[in-house]
């Protein structure tokens, strides 16, 4: 079974940040680029940031970009999300997500999806 198990979210005020973490089992994980979507409330799911087969290649959306880092760990299955200098506009749901090839995140259609796990960013 494919699981891609996120955790991590919670409240953080405005200029704090949080780290998201995404366990996944169930698939060939070193063959797959990684990528963490977010849905606001609504709005439509978006991606945020991908990640390739090692650490050396890494996108990100506009409105992240300088302030989340993703990063995967392929020894123990793990890819996670650094996020700093948290807006309320970063308030939402985030998945983390899977597709066996890498894209950038516009063109990211995942294979595999995960549950979400909520970021809150208190005003």
């Known amino acids: 079974e494919v699981q891609l198990q996120a955790s991590g979210g919670g409240l953080a005020q405005t200029g704090g940040f949080l780290r998201l973490s995404c366990a996944a089992s169930g698939f060939r994980y070193d063959d797959y680029a990684i990528a963490w979507f977010r849905q606001a409330p609504g709005k439509e799911r978006e991606g945020v940031a991908c990640?390739?087969?090692?650490?050396?290649?890494?996108n990100y959306a506009d409105s992240v970009k300088g302030r989340f880092t993703i990063s995967r760990d392929n020894a123990k299955n793990m890819v996670y999300l650094q996020m700093a200098t948290l807006t309320p506009g970063d308030t939402a749901v985030y998945y983390c997500v899977a597709r066996e090839f890498y894209t950038d995140y516009r063109r990211f259609v995942p294979d595999y999806w995960g549950q979400g796990t909520l970021v809150t960013v208190s005003s």
């Open positions: 990640i390739g087969y090692s650490d050396s290649v890494t």
